[in-house]
T-cell receptor, first 114, second 111 residues
Framework: ETGVTQSPTHLIKTRGQQVTLRCSSQSGHNTVSWYQQALGQGPQFIFQYYREEENGRGNFPPRFSGLQFPNYSSELNVNALELDDSALYLC?????????????FGSGTRLTVV | QKEVEQDPGPLSVPEGAIVSLNCTYSNSAFQYFMWYRQYSRKGPELLMYTYSSGNKEDGRFTAQVDKSSKYISLFIRDSQPSDSATYLCAGSKAAGNKLTFGGGTRVLVKP
């Protein structure tokens, strides 16, 4: 299977709840990154996983956490949801070969916190 | 101050015109520079990436990077209505590192 797939596509949660978003990386890619994109803004880096270990984190609080599985699929978990967490959450997978970027984004999960 | 700045637009051009997009950045450690296109309700799609300074051409697209002035550009020749989208520039310190995006420029190509 080619491409990066994310699920669900849309989600509505209540403030204080917890949410899990899922990502299936492009075949052969071993690195996955998560980004948050607020309406009208560019994506903001949350964290990256390489070979199931966190490999870099942006300026997000610990209630944002993640996992990467042996098959390179990934989860983003957000606890204690706040209204400002409403955004498009993007997963991107990559395979670094020399200077070939190969960074592929999924279509995202749109999370609304009410 | 954001690390990568873009004019949010919208930039409206007639079909067939050249679209000129620009970004400035402040992080001298950036070595890779990318342009992504994002349609409404879709994820960003990589158009071009450039390593260090210089020009790169791919079909109707030309990317330019001037590290001395911390300025990156994207030119779209013979623009089509299907080019109407938001264009995001991004910088990165190394291959595989996090991408730092600008806020995006919305482009409208009118038939």
């Amino acid at each position: 299977e080619t491409g990066v797939t994310q699920s669900p596509t849309h989600l509505i949660k209540t403030r204080g709840q917890q949410v899990t978003l899922r990502c299936s990386s492009q075949s052969g890619h071993n690195t996955v990154s998560w980004y948050q994109q607020a309406l009208g803004q560019g994506p903001q880096f949350i964290f990256q996983y390489y070979r199931e270990e966190e490999n870099g984190r942006g300026n997000f609080p610990p209630r944002f956490s993640g996992l990467q599985f042996p098959n390179y699929s990934s989860e983003l978990n957000v606890n204690a949801l706040e209204l400002d967490d409403s955004a498009l959450y993007l997963c991107a997978s990559s395979l670094i070969i020399d200077r070939d970027y190969g960074y592929t984004f999924g279509s995202g999960t749109r999370l609304t916190v009410v | 101050q954001k690390e990568v700045e873009q004019d949010p637009g919208p930039l409206s051009v007639p079909e067939g015109a050249i679209v000129s997009l620009n970004c400035t950045y402040s992080n001298s450690a950036f070595q890779y520079f990318m342009w992504y296109r994002q349609y409404s309700r879709k994820g960003p799609e990589l158009l071009m990436y450039t390593y260090s300074s210089g020009n790169k051409e791919d079909g109707r697209f030309t990317a330019q990077v001037d590290k001395s002035s911390k300025y990156i550009s994207l030119f779209i020749r013979d623009s089509q209505p299907s080019d109407s989208a938001t264009y995001l520039c991004a910088g990165s310190k190394a291959a595989g590192n996090k991408l730092t995006f600008g806020g995006g420029t919305r482009v409208l190509v009118k038939p």
